[in-house]
């Protein structure tokens, strides 16, 4: 495998984008609710529409970016060489 430069950069996420997740989460089209008291049927709605509404409504993604660029960030392209194997 070929490494090209590697680059350090910091994160910034794209306020667009970050509106446009919210819009997309406030349109959430939900299921009718499970039909058992557990997690058989996969995640209980009400657990889900809580999480969906804290990422809509107080989920702090400039903090989360601020403790990630706490830590070296790097971007590289990778150029991956075909290889052949006899067994």
Not at 37 to 60: C, F, Q
Request: net charge negative; with cysteine; hydrophobic share 35%.
């Amino acid at each position: 495998m070929e490494f090209k430069e590697i680059v350090p950069f910091t994160y910034h996420a794209p306020q667009n984008a970050l509106d446009d997740l919210k819009q997309r989460l406030a349109q959430t089209r939900w299921p009718e609710r499970e039909t058992t008291n557990d997690w058989s049927e996969g995640v209980p709605l009400e657990k889900l529409r809580a999480l969906i509404d804290y990422w809509r409504t107080d989920y702090n993604w400039r903090r989360c970016e601020e403790a990630l660029n706490q830590f070296p960030q790097f971007r590289t392209e990778m150029i991956a060489s075909a290889f052949t194997s006899s067994t």
